[in-house]
């Protein structure tokens, strides 16, 4: 007989012992699982009986058929599922479409708001009399007498060229000048404010011309501009350059009124900028303007002849180049103003300005202005625009001590800028690359950051305009006025401005879903399709967590006595 290891006979033994034990550990596991299981089900169950959402109870009853339970909780899964459909789509209007423009309960009195600012510009750049422009482009396009020019004549016919149409800018022009001297030139150049204006009625009492209307610097060169505020409060002037002012100083103190706010309660009726007290051309603005035949010129502008005028905000920089309408000379223009007001609810100051699509005051800075006004936005934006994309920028466009001022050989370049910048907001929009390489492309990462929403308090002024024949010469013979032979060269055109009504309606922005509305709107919902109130979600958090750890406290005993 063969004798077997013992050691082998105890190894068998341990093997086997290990191999019991092991299945009985998982015997155990498996067998605590499944009373874990059943506690969930049990718990589930009794959520199902107790709670108050519509249809729960029939799936949890142990009464209920199985086909039953099956058409419950399909009823239940489908409520459910279109319940949070709805609540999406308010989610969807809530968050992108939260402000809503209505016009507001009562009527605003036209003194509650200034009269609009009134900026004119004289289609004549050049008085001949002084500065034949003709005369200097023909003998600055042709090469030989072009070298013939002195240095002030050539630098004469290239500062007024700014001012001009772009087809009377050379390309053997300068690149940039003296922004100093430019200005310089064209103010001594262009109609000054006695030969412009020859009388101004405001509130049907003669007034000064040189005490409403001051000297501004624009894109058309020197204006006169009526109700706009001071330099001092319309510019950072800590930011702009020294080289020259864009507005005269007012002597008017304007710190009473606000685009926000407008005027104080407690203000006086006269009071800056100027507010209108009725309407009717009695209680508005009434410009006599003249231009001298001699002065006029036909290359600089065109066969226009004329002045441009534009309304805008007291608080805004003027831009005529964008909008304006036309008094022609020997002819009389009523405008009858309508003001267009919008303001914003003081509860949306919560919501991001992109939702609400306008800045309140505090909100955005602007490197050259005071006062965020879209227009002035728009300014300082074409302006850093042009000077990345051209390396200098109009010398009427807002811009700091250190950026040069364009000449006559970038018009081109300033007139291709700012239909880059128009183009590349379209295509930002349209979702379309706009990228590049150079300078377009640095100008395009500057107008990215432009944004130049509406403010929320903004103050627009419509015009409606009507124009005839203004035969002043017949009127002063019928009034046995002596005509000078000076005089007999003039041409006189008035300007009425007035406001149409004594009232107007004003927008308001305001809120279309609130918070309250927003979770108004979702419990109806809730409630309508599965009977949810707050209460069902206390309900829903106590059996997560409370009813769970107390079921589990009772349970300890059948943990442990698992068979």
């Avoid at 050049?126 to 020019?149: E, P, S, V």
């Avoid at 064209?186 to 007034?207: G, H, M, Q, R």
């Avoid at 501004?216 to 409060?233: D, K, P, R, S």
Wanted: with cysteine.
């Amino acid at each position: 007989m063969k004798r077997r290891s013992r050691s082998r006979s105890v190894g068998s033994i341990k093997d086997i012992t290990l191999e019991a034990n092991e299945n009985l550990s998982k015997d155990e596991e498996v067998k605590t699982k499944k009373h874990k299981l059943g506690l969930l089900k049990k718990h589930l169950i009794d959520y199902s009986a107790n709670s108050n959402l519509h249809g729960l109870k029939y799936i949890g009853e142990k009464d209920r058929t199985l086909f039953e339970k099956i058409f419950w909780l399909l009823m239940f899964s489908c409520s459910l599922i279109f319940c949070i459909g709805k609540i999406h789509l308010i989610w969807i209007r809530w968050n992108e479409s939260p402000v809503i423009v209505s016009f507001a309960e009562k009527s605003t009195p036209v003194w509650q708001i200034p009269f609009p600012a009134v900026t004119i510009c004289s289609e004549t750049k050049a008085r001949q009399t002084i500065f034949n422009l003709t005369k200097y482009y023909h003998l600055y396009d042709d090469d030989i007498t072009r070298l013939n020019l002195t240095k002030k004549e050539r630098r004469l016919f290239e500062d007024v060229s700014m001012v001009c149409d772009v087809n009377v800018a050379s390309y053997y022009g300068t690149k940039f000048s003296d922004a100093k001297e430019t200005v310089q030139n064209i103010k001594e150049l262009s109609p000054k404010i006695n030969d412009t204006f020859y009388a101004c009625v405001w509130k049907n009492s003669l007034s000064i011309c040189l005490d409403e209307f001051l000297p501004i610097i624009t894109e058309e060169g020197v204006c006169y501009t009526f109700n706009t505020l001071g330099a001092e409060e319309l510019f950072r002037l800590e930011n702009l350059n020294k080289d020259y002012d864009y507005l005269e100083y007012s002597k008017r103190n304007s710190s009473l009124w606000t685009l926000e706010d407008g005027y104080p309660a407690d203000s006086p009726v006269e009071t800056y900028p100027h507010r209108g007290i009725g309407f009717g051309i009695k209680s508005g603005l009434n410009i006599f303007l003249q231009s001298k035949e001699i002065d006029q010129d036909f290359l600089c502008r065109g066969p226009v002849k004329g002045f441009k005028i534009l309304l805008h905000n007291p608080a805004e920089l003027p831009r005529l180049s964008k909008q304006y309408f036309r008094a022609p000379l020997s002819h009389e223009v009523v405008v009858a103003v309508k003001p267009n007001m919008m303001t914003t609810s003081k509860g949306l100051k919560s919501l991001d300005s992109s939702r609400r699509q306008c800045y309140f005051p505090t909100e955005r800075f602007l490197q050259y202005f005071k006062i965020y006004t879209q227009a002035n936005c728009e300014i300082e934006c074409l302006s850093n625009f042009t000077y990345a994309r051209c390396g200098c920028v109009h010398f009427g466009m807002p811009h700091g001590p250190k950026i040069p001022v364009c000449n006559a050989r970038k018009i081109i370049c300033m007139s291709t800028a700012q239909m880059e910048l128009a183009t590349a907001e379209i295509q930002s929009h349209l979702g379309k690359d706009t990228t590049d390489n150079g300078t377009l492309g640095n100008a395009l990462l500057v107008a990215t950051k432009c944004k130049c929403l509406q403010s929320c308090t903004s103050i627009e002024y419509d015009a409606e305009t009507s124009q005839g024949d203004y035969n002043w010469q017949p009127l002063f013979k019928a009034l046995k006025i002596d005509i000078s032979k000076e005089d007999t060269d003039v041409s006189i055109s008035r300007v009425s401005i007035f406001f149409k009504e004594d009232q107007f309606i004003t927008s308001r922005r305001s809120e279309l879903y609130g918070q309250t509305e927003f979770l108004a709107n979702v419990g109806g919902l809730l409630g309508l399709f599965l009977g949810f109130s707050i209460l069902s979600l206390a309900e829903i958090l106590y059996f997560l967590t409370l009813r769970i750890w107390f079921f589990v406290e009772s349970q300890p005993s059948k943990l442990e006595t698992i068979p």
